[in-house]
């Protein structure tokens, strides 16, 4: 087996297991992959069909990893599709990873959608460091909302709270997990959050982050081409999220102009978030 | 050039800084075209790295999506293949990009089917704080573009003959290894005016994945970068460089303050790098023009240009 991240890894898709209509996790041998970071991605090559960057979730079988792809474009709709058995290539993982201040107390976390991916990895780490935790996970409607019970699990030896917030209200508390966020930064005493999502959540996120004085550690998605910092499609000012990223910190997040509102389309051109 | 840009190009008028067809660089590193190439922030970040030099990526009249991935991966020989496609947000958006350029030499790369698609493009660069054009005359995987104008002759003195009527900016023309022979190319272009050579390209090139039995490449073909190609590099900057007499910058594979070394030694006045990027980072320019810097000293030279061709007499 090469031992060089770069080159591009076969990999057998081995288990499947359906979160929602719209979001399936593949589990696959690879023991590159299943010494991730949390933050850190994997570069997923569907053949003759696209590659992505992909966060790495957590399997609990050892030498495993996983994946996990919502329904969305014409890559990750392929891979959507992908079955038992399938072959697909991987190369990484890549990246930088969450930086956790030994010194934390309590910890919160705030991901949607398949953000919640690298968030779960560091469950598993802040459960190892004894961390109190508080994982808010955003979806928009119950259907829609996955890793509640992954979250309860990768915490189980630590004091923890797991939260859901859904924006139709059919389950847990109604509204955004920014919303929720607003409302318990008031009433607990957190040092770091932790975040990963939809860019206009994360920049949410850090705007009330930044008001209540708290470090903050954000894991930050764009269009990539190489992964290894030599295209420039990931840039966000004279960042490289492939590279220099993916977790970026408070400080640098906050001369991030672009940092939710602007990303660079396949040709390199700057392209406004709808809001 | 711009009154400011010469002014800080003077401050380094040094061991390491070279010149080339009007070209004044604090030190012979360039980034090469295709590599980190659309953001201004990115070229500043860049020249604070130490880069001597930025060319941009190829831009081309209009904006360039470039092909799906898997458009680059590595190879184990500190290589690369890739088949971007010329993705480039297009010569519009670009300007915009690098209106507020202060001090950064940069060189943008223009990229077109045909010659009538460069004054325009021209014109919307000329008037910016640029040093001026790298003409790609040989990416090997988009058709009708690169290598497919670079093949052909004509159409390469008749491009080369455009521009010139258009600017007063130097013009540095990318060859690489097409069908015509990279040599003979470049007597074309340096007949038709141009000021200078990069060579080399990338190389048409395959991988086949053998457990999904494919392609992996999304456009099947792409180009060779890094250190499978360095000896290509080193043979064709030495044969242009000593049959023309032109100025040229190396290209391909350099990795190491040994390999820049080497392409000025074969006749290189400044070298570009690219696949290095990726392997060892943005320090890559710093590593390379302190030991390019040590290698003088030790030689007992006054000027990196002393070096550039010494290998011709033999």
């Known amino acids: ?275 | 050039m711009h009154r400011r840009l010469k002014r800080i190009h003077e401050q380094y008028n040094d061991l390491l800084s070279v010149s080339l067809a009007g070209l004044q660089l604090r030190n012979p590193t360039m980034l090469a075209s295709g590599f980190l190439g659309i953001s201004q922030d990115v070229f500043n970040r860049l020249y604070r790295m130490g880069a001597g030099g930025i060319v941009s990526k190829s831009i081309s009249i209009e904006p360039i999506e470039g092909y799906r991935n898997p458009t680059v991966f590595s190879l184990e020989e500190s290589s690369y293949i890739n088949a971007v496609g010329l993705a480039n947000p297009g010569a519009e958006a670009f300007s915009r990009e690098i209106a507020s350029n202060r001090n950064v030499p940069i060189i943008v790369s223009l990229v077109g089917s045909s010659d009538n698609e460069f004054p325009s493009m021209i014109k919307k660069f000329d008037g910016l704080n640029i040093l001026g054009y790298e003409i790609n005359l040989s990416c090997p995987h988009v058709a009708k573009m690169g290598m497919e104008v670079g093949d052909d002759p004509e159409m390469v003195c008749a491009i080369i003959k455009k521009i010139k009527s258009n600017t007063h900016k130097p013009i540095i023309i990318k060859v690489g290894i097409g069908s015509v022979d990279v040599v003979k190319i470049a007597q074309v272009a340096k007949d038709a005016g141009a000021d200078a050579i990069t060579a080399i390209n990338t190389i048409r090139a395959m991988a086949i994945d053998i457990e999904t039995m494919m392609p992996i490449l999304n456009n099947r073909i792409g180009g060779l970068s890094g250190k499978s190609i360095k000896p290509v590099g080193v043979r064709s900057v030495y044969e242009i460089s000593k049959n023309l007499g032109i100025p040229v910058i190396g290209c391909g594979g350099i990795f190491t303050w040994e390999d820049a070394v080497e392409f000025m030694l074969a006749g290189a006045s400044a070298v570009q790098l690219g696949s290095v990027i990726g392997y060892k980072g943005l320090s890559a320019f710093t590593t390379i023009t302190k030991g390019i810097k040590k290698y003088l000293e030790r030689k007992g030279l006054k000027s990196a240009m002393e070096i550039v061709g010494l290998a011709h007499k033999y």
């Not at chain 1, 499947?16 to 090559?45: R, Y």
Request: aromatic content about 8%; hydrophobic content about 40%; glycine content about 8%.
């Open chain 1, 1 to 275: 087996m090469p031992t060089n991240i770069d080159r591009i890894r076969s990999i057998v898709i081995e288990q499947i297991i359906e979160e929602t209509p719209t979001v399936k996790t593949f589990v696959f041998k690879d023991e590159i992959s299943s010494k991730a970071k949390p933050g850190q991605f994997l570069m997923v090559w569907i053949p003759r069909v696209e590659e992505l960057p992909m966060s790495v979730m957590v399997s609990d079988k050892k030498g495993y990893a996983a994946i996990t792809i919502r329904k969305h474009g014409f890559g990750s709709t392929a891979l959507f599709n992908k079955r038992l058995g399938d072959l697909l290539g991987v190369r990484g993982p890549y990246g930088n990873q969450f930086k956790i201040d030994k010194e934390s107390k309590k910890a919160l976390l705030v991901g949607g959608g398949t953000g919640l991916v690298p968030l779960m990895r560091l469950t598993i780490t802040l459960n190892q460091l004894n961390i109190d935790t508080t994982v808010i996970i955003g979806a928009k409607s119950k259907e829609e909302m996955f890793f509640e019970k992954q979250a309860n699990d990768f915490l189980d030896k630590t004091k923890h709270n797991v939260i859901i917030s859904t924006e139709d209200g059919t389950y847990g508390v109604r509204g955004y997990a920014t919303d929720v966020m607003s409302i318990i930064v008031n009433k607990d005493k957190f040092d770091t959050v932790y975040t990963c999502g939809p860019e206009l959540m994360m920049k949410k996120v850090v705007d009330i982050g930044l008001a209540n004085s708290l470090s903050i550690q954000a894991s930050l998605e764009r269009y990539m081409k190489c992964g290894v910092g030599i295209c420039a499609s990931c840039c966000i000012g004279d960042q490289l999220v492939c590279k220099d990223g993916t977790v970026f910190n408070e400080k640098q997040l906050s001369t991030m102009i672009d940092f939710g509102r602007m990303y660079r389309d396949k040709s390199g051109r700057k392209v406004n978030f709808h809001m």
